[in-house]
């Protein structure tokens, strides 16, 4: 759910502790997103699948893909007939994610990669998309035009994130400030790993700023919409032709 390239800036932990915290709490990754968001970040991911606009046949990539979910919805839409990759820099992350495609008989295909170097041709995809993971890399500008490089002219980049709403920010202070790392502590055994979290969504973009990190990558039309009462945001854009 990151990149391995660069220690970031202040206040960011350095990218191989990330990745060491990501192997660390796979196990109980699935668990812990079901329990923090009521269920309903299946929902965003499907929103997220929907917005990369892609079709039987076609091909796409999930980037810092963890255990797969959203590469799983892509692949329902591109069919038997198309190609996922899920990438990620956390084996662990894969591994499990690995385990799922074959419990399910997905055709998804699963590679380490470091978001910010990924080993693909220029326009190898139709459609890119991350969820909860552009946060996690090092350099945000960099990481966004990695994936809009392996992307074909008029095919889309998607980023579902957590950001910071405009309202409820005292509940909202309360939930990921106390609650969420509770919770990590509790159900994820990893206190540390879950008041990372908090701290990773104070510092990145709020949504206005992101879309423009996106349009200065060369993306087009870019567009976002939010739920959760404005903590989830959902941006996408088209690859200049």
């Not at 978001?115 to 995809?125: K, S």
């Not at 966004?144 to 202070?173: D, Q």
């Not at 060369?218 to 939010?226: E, H, K």
């Amino acid at each position: 759910m990151g990149s391995a390239t660069g220690d970031g800036p202040p206040g960011r932990l350095p990218a191989p502790e990330i990745q060491a915290m990501f192997d660390r709490i796979a196990p109980r990754y699935d668990l812990l997103n079901r329990v923090m968001t009521a269920g309903l970040d299946r929902q965003w991911r499907e929103a997220a699948a929907a917005a990369a606009d892609v079709a039987a046949g076609e091909t796409a990539i999930d980037v810092c893909t963890g255990t797969g979910d959203l590469a799983f919805a892509l692949q329902r839409r591109v069919t038997v007939s198309g190609h996922v990759v899920g990438a990620d820099f956390a084996e662990n992350m894969l591994e499990r994610a690995r385990e799922k495609a074959a419990d399910r008989g997905e055709p998804v295909e699963f590679v380490e990669a470091d978001a910010l170097a990924l080993p693909f041709a220029d326009n190898a995809f139709d459609g890119a998309t991350v969820a909860f993971g552009i946060r996690n890399v090092s350099d945000l500008s960099a990481g966004i035009a990695e994936m809009a490089r392996v992307v074909r002219p008029g095919g889309r980049v998607v980023i579902l994130e957590i950001t910071t709403p405009r309202h409820l920010r005292r509940f909202y202070r309360l939930w990921f400030d106390r609650a969420v790392p509770l919770l990590g502590t509790l159900v994820g055994r990893d206190g540390a790993a879950y008041g990372y979290l908090p701290e990773s969504v104070k510092r990145f973009p709020e949504p206005p700023e992101l879309a423009a990190a996106m349009a200065g990558a060369g993306l087009r039309d870019v567009r976002w919409q939010l739920f959760a009462g404005g903590i989830i945001a959902l941006h996408y854009g088209r690859v200049g032709v």
